[in-house]
């Protein structure tokens, strides 16, 4: 649907455009002159509702600070035990060769 341009330039777009695009007001519109047409693409506006609580069933339950100490003791000791299972198997899989003595290629 053709509009007119206003006194100021201003253009009004189409609701049905606005709703598909999700442009609110506040958007900030960017326009680039491509050829001979204008591009115009929306930045949305800062929300200004509160996301707290949002992620709520993702989150596991907290630590008490209390507490803190032993989980983090815990978590360290798991950490130590995989580096030493992880340097357990590199080392079997390393082939020592004898000192002095080149390597044959198969």
């Given at each position: 649907?053709?509009?007119?341009?206003?006194?100021k330039?201003?253009?009004?777009?189409?609701?049905?455009?606005?709703?598909?695009?999700?442009?609110?007001?506040?958007?900030?519109?960017?326009?680039?002159?491509?050829?001979?047409?204008?591009?115009?693409?929306?930045?949305?506006?800062?929300?200004?509702?509160?996301?707290?609580?949002?992620?709520?069933?993702?989150?596991?339950?907290?630590?008490?600070?209390?507490?803190?100490?032993?989980?983090?003791?815990?978590?360290?000791?798991?950490?130590?035990?995989?580096?030493?299972?992880?340097?357990?198997?590199?080392?079997?899989?390393?082939?020592?060769?004898?000192r002095?003595?080149?390597?044959?290629?198969?």
């Open positions: 649907m053709p509009t007119l341009v206003g006194p330039g201003q253009v009004v777009i189409e609701k049905e455009i606005r709703d598909r695009l999700g442009i609110a007001t506040g958007a900030v519109a960017i326009q680039t002159l491509v050829g001979d047409r204008v591009e115009i693409r929306f930045i949305p506006p800062e929300h200004t509702e509160s996301l707290f609580g949002v992620l709520a069933h993702h989150a596991r339950p907290g630590v008490a600070v209390e507490g803190w100490a032993d989980v983090s003791q815990r978590a360290w000791e798991v950490a130590a035990k995989e580096k030493e299972a992880s340097a357990r198997i590199a080392r079997r899989g390393q082939k020592r060769q004898p002095g003595r080149a390597r044959r290629e198969p």
